[in-house]
């Protein structure tokens, strides 16, 4: 069985005390973590060392920062996106599976810079994906900040024109779709509204079910088959001090 997970941590070091006790009770193979906000030098890589855990990440101080934690040393890993975006985007190659862990672009409104910038993060995205042989098992994490349909945010018709769920962007992750990969959680529950990020913002989202599904697994076709099982683990949101997403996690049969 391999145990695959993502969090978005919203800060590494402010998250620890969920992190590390969500490893030792799910004991994943891989996890992968966005939004660690700290530079290289000030990563707490003792931390997963100490329970017997690796991890190569990239990151800057303050914003974005992604990493990979694994039961097995990964065999290679490197970081970015055409040369750029180290903080966005990390790949490793763990016991033969290419795990590609991204934070993708928020856009911040559809009349900023940021918004023209994710999209245009996606076609890079796109381009460095057909490169690889799709006939591998690849694994993409992360934070996609896109709710790919309508069942995936608490008010379709309300947002359809925020940067992350609008039509423009939704097409882009269905273009990463096309080119052979399986959102796991939606293999797996097809018709349930779950969602994996709640905002700090919205007062008592969590009980008003008021979220996002934003944060997504996917897989080539050929480990797609392998899925048994996909799930929002959203004890991690309800903890203290918790981040605004929730971790999911897929298990597959290797």
């Known amino acids: 069985m391999l145990r695959v997970a993502t969090f978005n941590v919203n800060s590494i070091r402010s998250r620890l005390h969920i992190v590390i006790p969500w490893i030792r009770e799910h004991k994943p193979d891989i996890l992968c973590l ?27 101080k303050g914003r974005n920062g992604v990493a990979i934690v694994s039961k097995k040393e990964p065999e ?3 970081s970015g996106l055409d040369g750029n975006d180290r903080d966005r985007l990390l790949r490793a190659v ?17 009349d900023s810079p940021m918004f023209r910038y994710k999209l245009d993060w996606y076609k890079r995205f796109k381009n460095y994906l057909e490169n690889l042989n799709l006939s591998n098992h690849i694994l993409i994490c992360g934070d ?3 709710a790919p349909e309508e069942i995936d945010v608490h008010n379709p018709k309300r947002l359809k024109n925020h940067v992350c769920f609008h039509e423009d962007v939704r097409k882009a992750f269905k273009e990463i779709l096309s080119l052979g990969f399986v959102d796991i959680f939606r293999k797996h529950h097809p018709d349930d509204r ?16 008021l979220g996002w599904r ?3 697994i996917l897989a080539t076709e050929s480990l797609a088959e392998r899925s048994v099982d996909c799930y929002i683990d959203m004890n991690s949101r309800l ?12 298990d597959f049969e290797v």
Do not use: M
Not at 94 to 109: C, E, F, H, L
Not at 194 to 209: C, I, L, P, S
Not at 239 to 250: F, G, I, M, Q
């Open 144 to 146: 996609f900040n896109v």
């Open 239 to 250: 903890r203290e001090k918790p981040s605004d997403h929730t971790v999911l996690v897929a």
């Open 94 to 110: 763990i016991d033969g599976i290419t795990v590609i862990n991204i934070y993708a672009p928020q856009g911040q409104s559809l």
């Open 214 to 216: 934003v944060d997504h």
């Open 34 to 60: 966005q939004e660690t906000k700290v530079a290289d030098k000030n990563f707490p890589e003792s931390e997963f060392h100490r329970i017997g855990y690796h991890v190569v990440f990239s990151g800057s």
């Open 76 to 78: 290679e890993f490197d």
């Open 194 to 209: 779950q969602y994996t990020f709640f905002d700090y913002r919205v007062r008592n989202a969590v009980e008003k079910g």
